[in-house]
């Protein structure tokens, strides 16, 4: 009888799944599979019928392709440096979050804002806020004496790669800050409470107990703010366009595509984006299994 209900659930399992699974399929899978079939073909966009196979010539065009480096390189800046900032920050505001503070709630509101704003309403809210000319930023940091004249900050190569990545931390950390907090809430306060009566200082509690503790859902966090990091295409793109300075591996397959109609190079670009981000999510996926298998 046992036997005869487990295959009932494990048939009604499949019942549920088949949806989801042919939504994966048909808006996931498939699009996927058609870029990399076009990736080893010479199409265009303009006509897509009218084209032959060149084998791996387009993945080779992109790899010699100094701007793909490039892109490539402040792909990699941008992540590290902005999901760096954005770990920090969530740690920190989501202790002061989790602590006994008057306000909390609205606290914790008042700081999913930045996230719920769209990203290109973000982006050019800050785009005139930083504006040399009338923008507030300027105004401020001149009524302060900290500057003669307006700073062009989104025009500036030295800066705007900073401009972008101080945009992005502003609006992900309350991501971070959302994921850190609901892995502190499972910590039960005993733990700190026995601690705190054995005499262990506070920082050698956070370092010894809440880290350790924490880092199953750091790990989780990171591993989602960097996928997402890498992938970065809207933020970039809205403030700066195509800027060599701020250009991301998104960007590049995008102006291949669109800009420059080459539906097969466009393509490839997109596969290796798709490579080097599951990659990237295989190798922190594995950090995070060994971490847990020498942590038990």
Excluded: C
């Amino acid at each position: 009888m046992s036997a005869k209900l487990a295959r009932r659930d494990h048939r009604a399992a499949w019942l549920f799944l088949l949806p989801v699974t042919a939504v994966i399929l048909l808006v996931a899978v498939w699009p996927l599979a058609r870029t990399f079939y076009f990736s080893f073909t010479n199409a265009y966009l303009d006509d897509p019928s009218a084209y032959s196979i060149v084998g791996f010539d387009n993945f080779i065009e992109v790899v010699t392709d100094h701007s793909w480096w490039i892109a490539v390189k402040n792909t990699l800046v941008f992540t590290v440096i902005s999901v760096a900032i954005e770990t920090v920050l969530g740690l920190a505001i989501a202790l002061l979050l989790n602590s006994a503070i008057p306000g909390r709630g609205l606290a914790r509101a008042a700081i999913l804002v930045p996230w719920a704003i769209p990203v290109v309403v973000a982006t050019k809210m800050w785009e005139w806020m930083l504006n040399d000319q009338f923008g507030v930023i300027n105004k401020i940091l001149s009524g302060l004496g900290l500057v003669d004249h307006g700073i062009a900050w989104t025009a500036s190569s030295s800066l705007i790669m900073g401009v972008v990545i101080f945009v992005d931390v502003w609006m992900t950390t309350p991501f971070m800050v959302l994921l850190i907090l609901a892995g502190l809430q499972l910590i039960s306060p005993e733990i700190f409470e026995a601690a705190e009566v054995d005499g262990i200082p506070a920082w050698k509690r956070f370092w010894s107990i809440t880290l350790p503790m924490l880092r199953p859902a750091i790990g989780v966090a990171v591993l989602f703010r960097v996928l997402d990091a890498l992938r970065m295409f809207d933020l970039a793109y809205v403030l700066a366009a195509s800027n060599e300075n701020v250009m991301t591996v998104s960007i590049y397959a995008r102006d291949r595509l669109i800009s420059f109609q080459e539906l097969g190079v466009g393509s490839a670009a997109s596969t290796w984006v798709f490579l080097l981000v599951a990659l990237v999510a295989i190798i922190i996926i594995g950090v995070l299994r060994l971490d847990r298998a020498t942590g038990a």
